[in-house]
């Protein structure tokens, strides 16, 4: 990896201008939204033919394809999924929030009303590559926040079938309306419905440049949760730390993909030069060494600073969407830490371990976006209305203000509203 020492007019940034795609991938998109909203399921029929070479008559995932995924499935691999399955849901119950409303003493009542989104649509990558854990990053939530109606799809396999893996972990959160469809199409039949798939109120998920490309087409017309970028991972360490484990943590991202970004961040030359070496040897053995090498040549990089003050202030303009802490007292440098996706303090809290199995959800702001955005969550499936009871004593004492303010606006009809209540004007 290549090594840089810190300047001052250094400009640090894990943006990729890869989100808003060509203009004919959005002349694409857009044509397969308006095919599927004007066509419904005979459009969807028709892309997966043309994308996925597989024909489909009935997208729907059937009960003797799921007890298939089960008896496929190995048994020890299901409890480690029902150990997450666990994990996940009890971090994402400490998450929920309910309604609340509070009194003053003139009669006036305010609050807020928190409710659960009627229904989701998650989508799963799949085709050549299975991401069980997908799902129970982006349903968990939603099931804890009280989503009734969780519509899930998938690209199929060229044999037309699904990933055991997908099926079982959509199955044992009791997902059924399970639809083998991918890309923009799935997108659009989400967003505005076809004849076999009723529209959904939110979309999320992670997929290829034309799923995100499709969520960012349909936003407004429901809502999305992010238009994740490639993964990144950002390693700050101090000579405490073991290159090989650094190493290995950077080509965790790495393999990801041709896009993803590793960087490592830290005040000790003899540590950069370590990791630089542990990551070229490690590439030799790496099953996914051609993606890998690409982004680390591409897109990773060594930064030394003088201090760790300045390693710091690094890693908060970076702002990455995984970050690693890995000094002699990780904690003490948290509360420093202020633009991240997830944390993961210490030698032993690798960023895997938050991919499946600790409980925090792996779906997580990349590009910079940590700088004002969350990781997926269960507020992300609810929503808040505003909750206001005047009492007339309380209406009467503040009307006359509430009018002026309405014509310091000019708008009169607002003023009239508020005074056709008031004592003097009512019959």
Same mark, same amino acid.
């Given at each position: ?22 203009d ?7 044509? !397969?939204? /308006? ?5 419904g399921d ?6 997966? #033919?043309?994308f996925?070479?597989i ?8 009960? /003797?394809?799921?007890e ?17 399955? @666990? ?5 994402h119950?400490?998450?929920?929030q ?9 009669g ?9 989104l ?8 799949g085709?050549?590559a ?9 349903? !968990?939530?939603?099931?804890? #926040? ?21 099926l ?6 009791? !997902?059924?309306? +399970? ?22 109120? =939110? ?8 799923? #995100?490309?499709a969520?960012? /087409?349909?936003f ?6 992010? !238009? ?8 700050l360490?101090? /000579?405490?730390?073991?290159?090989r484990?650094?190493?290995a ?14 960087v ?10 370590a990791v ?14 051609e ?6 040549n591409?897109?990773?990089?060594i ?16 702002a990455?969407e995984?970050?690693?802490? +890995? ?8 509360g ?12 032993y809290?690798?960023?895997p ?7 925090p ?21 609810? =929503?808040?209305?505003?909750?206001i ?7 009467? @004492? ?5 009018a002026?303010f309405?014509?310091?606006?000019g ?7 508020? @005074?056709s ?5 009512s019959?």
């Amino acid at each position: 990896m290549k090594i840089k020492t810190i300047s001052g007019a250094e400009r640090f940034s894990l943006k990729r201008s890869i989100d808003a795609g060509t203009d004919e991938q959005r002349k694409t998109v857009r044509s !397969i939204i /308006e095919d599927v909203k004007a066509n419904g399921d005979q459009a969807v029929r028709s892309y997966t #033919a043309r994308f996925d070479g597989i024909e489909i008559d009935s997208p729907l995932v059937t009960k /003797e394809e799921i007890e298939k995924a089960y008896t496929s499935l190995d048994s020890q691999l299901l409890q480690v999924m029902r150990q997450a399955i @666990e994990n996940i849901r009890e971090y994402h119950e400490r998450q929920l929030q309910s309604s609340w409303f509070y009194h003053r003493k003139d009669g006036t009542m305010l609050g807020q009303k928190v409710t659960a989104l009627d229904s989701a649509g998650v989508y799963v990558p799949g085709g050549t590559a299975a991401y069980p854990s997908s799902v129970l990053m982006n349903v !968990i939530p939603a099931l804890t #926040a009280g989503v009734e109606r969780i519509v899930l799809v998938t690209p199929p396999g060229k044999d037309g079938q699904l990933s055991p893996g997908v099926l079982v972990a959509a199955a044992e959160l009791g !997902i059924k309306d +399970i639809y083998k469809m991918g890309g923009a199409q799935a997108i659009a039949a989400l967003a505005y419905g076809t004849e076999t798939i009723e529209p959904v109120d =939110k979309i999320t998920g992670p997929g290829n440049i034309y799923v #995100a490309l499709a969520k960012r /087409e349909v936003f407004g017309d429901v809502d999305i949760d992010m !238009i994740a970028g490639p993964s990144e991972i950002v390693v700050l360490a101090d /000579e405490t730390a073991i290159p090989r484990e650094i190493a290995a943590d950077l080509l965790s991202q790495a393999e990801h993909d041709k896009l993803s970004s590793s960087v490592f961040v830290t005040d000790s030359m003899t540590l950069a030069e370590a990791v630089s070496a542990e990551v070229n040897e490690q590439l030799k053995t790496l099953p996914r060494r051609e993606i890998a090498e690409a982004a680390v040549n591409d897109y990773g990089c060594i930064y030394v600073a003088e201090t760790m003050d300045e390693a710091i202030d690094t890693v908060n303009t970076l702002a990455p969407e995984h970050l690693e802490i +890995i000094t002699q007292s990780p904690e003490a440098l948290l509360g420093r830490i202020k633009h991240a996706g997830a944390i993961f303090l210490g030698r032993y809290s690798p960023e895997p371990v938050g991919d499946y199995f600790a409980g925090p959800n792996h779906v997580l702001p990349t590009n910079g976006t940590a700088r004002f955005s969350s990781p997926l969550n269960v507020t992300d499936f609810q =929503k808040r209305s505003s909750i206001i009871s005047y009492s007339q004593s309380a209406f009467e @004492e503040h009307a006359e203000s509430i009018a002026a303010f309405a014509r310091l606006e000019g708008l009169e009809a607002h003023a009239r509203s508020i @005074e056709s209540r008031e004592r003097r004007n009512s019959k």
